[in-house]
């Protein structure tokens, strides 16, 4: 189990290295359309062939998996900071808070997502850069997504507050931001850490369906929603492996995630 | 080799698909598919595709448009006549008819469909082609097969327009399920499957005396997903697809050519246009800016429209020089050009209105970065493409245009209502042949004039101009003299450009190779527009 969590890591450690260096690596920009050889297959000019409109495909798979990677994690922060933030308020002030925000929480729970998402993002407006729309996407992502993990981090956060040694800082004169700072938050460190971690796959999949939809990043710049979208249709039936390229890469980055966290964090 | 592995086993299953095709699901029945379940049945309410579809199969009327040739031909009329002034039409029809459940046919089921149809507590969108003026409609019955309609004023194109008319019975108990059409509703499977039944009354024969259509039943498969569709076709579940995107297109030609057609260039366009609306909540430069005509025409000229048509559709799309497509073989004015791609020329344009291009980017007189959005329907693919084509052509003149793709409700929410955006693309889907349908796009009081909508009085001298000519080319009868004025419009529009058009797209279409008689035409609907005469090979082959 070991090795597979090593690898795991090696393998999220060296997408990432790949995707970071994509300056250097991409043979092309990822924008350039070279409108001669649309649908070219893969060439030493193109390693992984040019999509539709003629688009160095691996050029677009690295900035694209930088995108995912580099925003998915600050979704994933944004959306675990809400999350303490509320579920630890509401655990530790208990009583009739905790029932009002829990059952905020419940209600932001129950609503369907993917319309919340387009609605918030049909309010946008129209006239931002391809960069701002895709920090805007991941954002709103990640305002969206806390409530699960509130719901989590609030229920430790009651079991800390009733732990006997809380009760013994407490007596021995610990209160306020000293007893958050000096004792619960520690405690709480392994399910903020653990919840960050899960989230990360979870905002690259999300993102992935808006880009399935045609709603995620903006034109031109690439995200792995977006080069997936390549897939649907009836002509992958006959495509060629390297159209497969981003999604294998999605599949095995998700995976890599779950399996780089270890079964004990899971259960913190 | 994987790609080779690929295309070999892509090119077994669809030629098993076409050996086994129609017997698989036998009794000589037709299978096809429609986006959607039909809202109606009642042929005068039709105001969706699958209706019309079903209104197609199974309405008999009185004149029919040859899909091929664009010419009218007779059906339940053997003629007709329209008297000099354009009021009224008088039709001599065909004897010794009957609907579908044996009632006969004579005039008064005319005159029962046109009292229905002009009925103004019916809303119905195929009687509102009939209003030219306020006033009411008569019948008069000259006889059990002889009619006359009159209209309170001239209806241009008006023998046309009876092509979506069909004709209801005015005695038979079963209504609008009574048909005059080569089918008749057998069953209706919400959400799943429609079954059409061949009419056993239908009064069409062949030259060899035989009672068409040659096929006994049609089945109409519920299916929204294009790609599905195409799958099943391939599979051999359903005998066509009345229309293909231009890569699924290629991709059927080059493994099964017998089974892919391309009819040609076809009425429906795709375009630009920028908000002129007074009112939009835009700064006032950018209004400037779109009020420009000679912004637009650079806008135009930086355009790439080959490239549009080559890469986007695959070949299989022409660039489109304005309101009229050159499918419609009349009403095209052929000495119109393109609009050639010409950047150079574009920021001619451009500097005649004080723009000028600083370390590539564009900027106008008053020092302002030439940047607009262009929103467009999400999920439409060769929209998305063709936006972030343009986007690179326009990057080229120093304009930064972000494209932004947004759910239908919501473009539809800001193109009509908010007005809040600054350029569109969509396409217009286009039925008509006759340029008087365009009445609610041209007018510059119509709620369709999309660019500035609901004028009450034209904004520009231009405006002016077609508003003018929309309306003389409606109020005379004389062809030449609508020719003309349409010819004029489409000049003034080349000219001004509120429309900027890309592309025409070509009619595609995928048929099984074991349907017969099968000759795909660029209107819609384009392969079963000579239903009667469809016919499967192995049914042939059986007779013989």
């Known amino acids: 189990m070991k090795r597979v969590r090593l690898a795991a890591i090696l393998f999220l450690v060296l997408i990432t290295g790949t995707a970071f260096s994509a300056g250097f690596v991409a043979p092309a920009s990822y924008a350039r359309q070279f409108r001669d050889i649309p649908d070219a297959s893969a060439s030493r000019q193109h390693?992984?062939?040019?999509?539709?409109?003629?688009?160095?495909?691996?050029?677009?798979?690295?900035?694209?998996?930088?995108?995912?990677?580099?925003?998915?994690?600050?979704?994933?922060?944004?959306?675990?900071?809400?999350?303490?933030?509320?579920?630890?308020?509401?655990?530790?002030?208990?009583?009739?808070?905790?029932?009002?925000?829990?059952?905020?929480?419940?209600?932001?729970?129950?609503?369907?997502w993917l319309f919340l998402l387009l609605t918030v993002r049909a309010f946008l407006p129209l006239n931002t850069s391809p960069l701002l729309s895709v920090v805007i996407t991941f954002?709103?992502?990640?305002?969206?997504?806390?409530?699960?993990?509130?719901?989590?981090?609030c229920a430790d956060a009651r079991e800390l507050c009733g732990s006997e040694f809380i009760l013994s800082a407490r007596a021995s004169g610990s209160h306020g931001i000293h007893l958050l700072r000096r004792h619960i938050l520690p405690n709480l460190q392994p399910i903020l850490f653990a919840q960050f971690w899960i989230s990360i796959p979870v905002f690259i999949l999300t993102e992935a369906n808006l880009g399935i939809l045609g709603l995620g990043v903006a034109e031109p710049l690439p995200s792995w929603g977006n080069l997936i979208r390549e897939l649907e249709g009836f002509t992958v039936t006959s495509a060629p492996f390297w159209i497969f390229v981003p999604l294998i890469l999605l599949i095995l980055t998700v995976s890599c995630f779950q399996l780089a966290l270890q079964k004990e964090d899971l259960w913190a | 080799m994987g790609l080779r592995r690929h295309r070999f086993c892509f090119a077994l299953s669809l030629l098993l698909a076409t050996v086994l095709c129609s017997p698989l699901h036998g009794q000589n029945q037709l299978r096809f598919c429609i986006g959607a379940q039909p809202t109606t049945f009642d042929p005068l309410l039709v105001a969706d595709g699958p209706s019309e579809t079903v209104r197609y199969l199974t309405g008999g009327v009185l004149v029919r448009l040859d899909r091929s040739s664009q010419q009218l031909v007779p059906e339940l009329a053997t003629s007709w006549t329209i008297n000099r002034t354009g009021h009224a039409i008088t039709f001599e029809l065909r004897q010794n008819v009957r609907f579908s459940d044996g009632t006969p046919f004579d005039a008064r089921d005319v005159a029962y469909t046109m009292e229905r149809l002009m009925d103004p507590n019916l809303h119905s969108p195929t009687g509102d082609a009939f209003r030219s003026s306020d006033g009411k409609v008569t019948t008069t019955i000259d006889g059990e097969y002889r009619i006359t309609i009159t209209f309170p004023a001239p209806v241009v194109g008006l023998d046309q327009l009876f092509d979506q008319v069909a004709i209801l019975s005015a005695r038979s108990p079963r209504k609008e399920m009574a048909v005059l059409g080569p089918y008749y509703v057998e069953e209706n499977k919400a959400g799943s499957y429609l079954l059409l039944?061949?009419?056993?009354?239908?009064?069409?024969?062949?030259?060899?005396?035989?009672?068409?259509?040659?096929?006994?039943?049609?089945?109409?498969?519920?299916?929204?997903?294009r790609d599905v569709e195409l799958l099943r076709l391939v599979r051999g579940e359903i005998d066509f697809i009345n229309s293909l995107t231009g890569q699924q297109f290629d991709q059927l030609k080059s493994t099964a050519p017998q089974v892919a057609f391309d009819a040609g260039v076809s009425l429906d366009s795709e375009q630009i246009w920028f908000n002129q609306v007074p009112a939009a909540p835009l700064p006032g430069y950018k209004k400037a800016w779109f009020a420009s005509t000679r912004f637009r025409r650079a806008v135009s000229s930086a355009i790439h429209r080959d490239d549009l048509a080559r890469v986007v559709f695959h070949g299989h799309a022409q660039p489109a020089l304005?309101?009229?497509?050159?499918?419609?073989?009349?009403?095209?004015?052929?000495?119109?050009?393109?609009?050639?791609?010409?950047?150079?020329?574009?920021?001619?344009?451009?500097?005649?209105?004080?723009?000028?291009?600083?370390?590539?980017?564009?900027?106008?007189?008053?020092?302002?970065?030439?940047?607009?959005?262009?929103?467009?329907?999400?999920?439409?693919?060769?929209?998305?493409?063709?936006?972030?084509?343009?986007?690179?052509?326009?990057?080229?003149?120093?304009?930064?245009?972000?494209?932004?793709?947004?759910?239908?409700?919501?473009?539809?929410?800001?193109?009509?209502r908010s007005f809040n955006y600054e350029a569109c693309l969509l396409g217009f889907v286009n039925d008509e042949l006759d340029p008087n349908a365009q009445m609610t796009v041209w007018l510059s009081s119509a709620d369709n004039h999309q660019w500035n909508p609901n004028q009450k009085s034209p904004a520009t001298a231009w405006e002016a101009e077609i508003d003018r000519l929309m309306r003389e080319q409606a109020s005379t009868l004389d062809l030449k003299k609508r020719k003309q004025a349409i010819d004029r419009v489409q000049e003034i529009v080349w000219e001004q450009e509120p429309f900027i058009y890309l592309v025409n797209k070509h009619a595609l279409s995928a048929v099984s190779p074991n349907l017969h008689n099968v000759h795909p035409a660029v209107l819609r609907p384009q392969v079963y527009w000579n239903i009667e005469e469809l016919s499967f090979a192995t049914e042939i082959a059986r007779n013989r």
């Open chain 1, 47 to 112: 390693p992984l062939g040019t999509d539709d409109l003629g688009r160095d495909r691996l050029s677009r798979v690295l900035v694209g998996t930088r995108i995912s990677l580099l925003l998915a994690p600050a979704a994933a922060l944004l959306s675990t900071a809400l999350a303490a933030l509320i579920g630890g308020v509401a655990g530790l002030a208990g009583g009739w808070v905790r029932t009002v925000v829990m059952s905020a929480t419940d209600l932001f729970l129950s609503l369907p």
């Open chain 2, 197 to 225: 039944k061949r009419n056993p009354s239908y009064w069409k024969h062949d030259a060899a005396g035989r009672q068409l259509p040659y096929i006994d039943s049609i089945r109409l498969d519920i299916q929204q997903n």
């Open chain 2, 322 to 416: 304005s309101l009229i497509s050159p499918a419609n073989k009349f009403w095209f004015n052929a000495r119109l050009q393109p609009h050639a791609y010409d950047s150079k020329a574009a920021l001619q344009w451009l500097a005649q209105d004080g723009f000028r291009l600083e370390n590539g980017v564009l900027r106008d007189s008053g020092g302002h970065e030439v940047e607009f959005s262009l929103i467009t329907n999400a999920g439409n693919k060769e929209r998305e493409l063709m936006a972030a084509m343009i986007q690179q052509d326009l990057g080229a003149i120093g304009i930064r245009l972000n494209v932004v793709t947004l759910d239908f409700p919501s473009l539809i929410e800001r193109i009509t």
């Open chain 1, 139 to 153: 954002a709103i992502l990640g305002c969206l997504g806390w409530a699960g993990a509130a719901r989590i981090i």
